[in-house]
């Protein structure tokens, strides 16, 4: 059974940094494509970074590229994601999502949401001005 646990979350200051964390449980890492996504209250979610592991291919949000940065740990089994600069506007519930194909293998790009099998439950973040 696949389980994903995010951490990390919290309530910082505008120019702050946090680093997500998302432990995975029967599921390989190392293998196959991750991502977070992100959803605000009364907004759409939205992908914020994906990793294809096996590669190392990473893919940003325009909104993110430059700010936030998506990593792996094979030995933990862990998919990280540092974010740095928050601004208020990225204040939502983030989520961290696995496939078990490549990351954009429906050709709706490497953050379509409805290409992730797995999703985690959670965790928050938010960034006050």
């Known amino acids: 059974q696949v389980q994903l646990v995010e951490s990390g979350g919290g309530s910082v200051q505008a120019g702050g940094s946090l680093r997500l964390s998302c432990a995975a449980s029967g599921y390989i890492v190392s293998r196959n494509c991750m991502a977070w996504f992100r959803q605000a209250p009364g907004k759409e979610r939205e992908g914020v970074a994906s990793i294809y592991t096996h590669s190392g291919g990473r893919y940003y949000a325009d909104s993110v590229k430059g700010r936030f940065t998506i990593s792996q740990d094979n030995a933990k089994n862990t998919v990280y994601l540092q974010m740095n600069g928050l601004k208020p506007e990225d204040t939502a519930m983030y989520y961290c999502?696995?496939?078990?194909?490549?990351?954009?293998?429906?050709?709706?790009?490497?953050?379509?949401?409805?290409?992730?099998?797995?999703w985690g439950q959670g965790t928050q973040v938010t960034v006050s001005s």
């Open positions: 999502a696995a496939t078990l194909r490549s990351c954009g293998y429906s050709g709706y790009g490497p953050l379509f949401s409805e290409d992730y099998n797995y």
